[in-house]
């Protein structure tokens, strides 16, 4: 079962407690991915390096493929990432601003 995840940096809803399977995966992920590795007090490297938005795009799209299935892989390891691509909007990419898209299935 393939689900899709966009980033789109809008704010998180409030937590839901009693999710399961692809759903809790879901909040998982919006969770890490949105979180500034190094804000969390107990694990500095849950989350994603937001220094590389200080990059040219190009090498942003680079890192950021990189780092978020490498912290998918180490944070949620019941969801197995397919592909990693970024939205293509002209206005977003002269802003230099990036939105993945992540394309996961669910292990069970």
């Given at each position: ?7 789109d ?8 407690w009693?999710l399961?399977?692809a759903?809790?995966?879901d ?14 007090v ?13 990059t ?5 799209r ?5 780092d ?12 197995r ?11 977003e990419?002269?802003d230099?601003?990036i939105?993945p898209i992540?394309c ?5």
């Open positions: 079962m393939g689900q899709v995840y966009l980033v940096g809008q704010p998180r809803r409030r937590l839901q009693n399961t399977g759903e809790a995966v909040q998982e992920l919006k969770i890490l991915l949105t979180t500034p590795r190094g804000s969390v107990m694990d500095r490297d849950f989350g994603i390096d937001m220094s590389l938005l200080a040219p795009v190009q090498t942003a680079a890192r950021a493929q990189q978020i299935v490498a912290a998918i892989r180490r944070y949620i390891p019941r969801c990432v397919t592909r990693v691509t970024f939205r293509e909007r002209t206005d990419i002269l230099g601003r939105f992540i996961w299935e669910l292990r069970y």
